[in-house]
């Protein structure tokens, strides 16, 4: 059974750090794209970063510079850590996986994505 399963999650300070995790469950991911989503309270779901097989990444112009996804195969996971938090990062976070590996032009749109987890909450504030 497929299982993308996240963690790190919480409640941090504006200008604190955070770690993501997404772990597959059932499957191995190393020929998989995996992006990360957030979706706040009354907005739409949006693409955070991405990364393909092969290293390739892609992020959300506003999370630039601030964020980081990086993969290890060997543990099936792949992490997302997020620097100089901002209210506004403040979401339900989820990862999903894309079996196709597709361009990562593509890489922040939900379309592309097969599997999702469940999500982590993030919340930054004082």
């Known amino acids: 059974q497929f299982q993308l399963v996240e963690s790190g999650g919480g409640l941090v300070q504006p200008g604190g750090s955070l770690r993501l995790s997404c772990t597959a469950i059932?499957?191995?991911?190393?020929?998989?794209?995996i992006g990360w989503f957030r979706q706040a309270p009354g907005k739409e779901r949006e693409g955070v970063s991405c990364?393909?097989?092969?290293?390739?990444?892609r992020y959300k112009d506003s999370v630039k510079g601030r964020f980081a996804i990086s993969r290890d195969n060997a543990k099936n996971t792949v992490y997302l850590q997020m620097n100089n938090l901002k209210p506004e990062d403040t979401a339900l976070y989820y990862c999903?996986?894309?079996?196709?590996?597709?361009?990562?032009?593509?890489?922040?749109?939900?379309?592309?994505?097969?599997?999702w987890g469940q999500g982590t909450q993030v919340t930054v504030s004082s």
């Open positions: 999903a996986a894309d079996p196709h590996d597709t361009h990562t032009n593509w890489g922040l749109s939900a379309l592309i994505y097969g599997y």
């Open positions: 059932g499957f191995t991911l190393d020929h998989y794209a």
């Open positions: 990364i393909r097989s092969n290293g390739d990444t």
